[in-house]
């Protein structure tokens, strides 16, 4: 009786710890599974040797109310943005044709698919529409709460409504985050 209590309580605690990480993919699987349910992607684009990567994710990316809005409402992906993972992405296949596997855990040479997407400075969070197309990258260390932001106003299609200087800053003053940091 003891070991069939120890048992449940042990899947229990498990599935609670999965429940409070991201479900990261890869983008080749972000874009098959958007062929099945469209949703919008969030791409974590970091380097092994980034800092404020290690921290972005260590604080934001583990933070509950993040991780529930992000499984919910959007595919996350992780791309190591001096990977050599090869990306096929409208019609084309990028590489890293300069990595060097020496230097795996320090600066390498940047992966086409980073350029491509004007991905210049670690971390990068790229978001894109259902139809794989990018919105905009979020360049930068955020905290949860700056994050929501984003998040927000992409799962909503309120950044379609941005349309002037004026109008991004109304809406940036206004808004009003909920997430606990």
């Keep these: 009786m003891k070991k069939g209590v120890l048992v449940l309580v ?5 599935g609670l710890i999965n429940a409070q990480e991201i479900k990261w993919l890869t983008f080749n699987e972000a874009l098959e599974l958007q062929k099945m349910t469209p949703k919008k992607i ?48 409208q ?13 795996e855990n320090q600066r390498n ?9 004007g991905v210049n400075a670690y ?7 259902e139809e794989a197309q990018v919105i905009t990258p979020v360049r930068g260390y955020q905290t949860p709460q700056q994050l929501e932001l984003y998040l927000k106003l992409f ?3 309120k ?5 002037n200087q004026e109008v991004v800053n109304a809406y940036f003053e206004a808004f009003v985050p909920e997430f606990v940091e």
């Design 10 to 14: 042990l899947m229990f605690s498990v």
């Design 42 to 89: 969030m791409m974590d684009a970091y380097t092994n040797w980034c800092g404020p990567c290690k921290m972005l994710d260590r604080n934001t990316f583990h933070n509950k109310d993040v991780v529930a809005y992000v499984n919910k409402h959007f595919y996350a992906v992780k791309f190591n943005a001096e990977g050599k993972e090869p990306i096929t992405y």
């Design 91 to 103: 019609d084309n296949t990028y590489g890293n044709p300069n990595f060097n596997p020496e230097k």
């Design 109 to 117: 040479s940047v992966h086409e698919f980073a350029s491509a997407l």
């Design 123 to 129: 971390p990068t969070i790229v978001f894109l529409d």
């Design 155 to 157: 799962y909503t299609d």
């Design 159 to 163: 950044y379609k409504e941005l349309d």
